[in-house]
């Protein structure tokens, strides 16, 4: 079993003295000063939502939820 010890996806942001850091689109933590916030949220990056559009255009005839030039 692969246990991940990193993030796949993480972005860092450096601001006003302090770094805030996201992981995984569900974890953001904000240090600054020794003092640590942490938040966290669902993971949801939209997969859901966009297979249901599909699946609703494809019944009804209506256009893509995503135009195809995008």
């Known amino acids: 079993m692969v246990t991940r010890v990193f993030a796949k996806e993480s972005y860092e942001v450096f601001c006003d003295g302090g770094v805030a850091r996201l992981d995984n689109f569900v974890s953001l933590s904000w240090r600054a000063a020794a003092k640590v916030e942490k938040f966290k949220g669902a993971s949801t990056k939209g997969h859901r ?16 939820p995503i135009p195809l030039p995008s």
């Open 49 to 64: 939502r966009e297979m249901e559009l599909t699946i609703e255009a494809m019944r009804t005839g209506a256009g893509a």
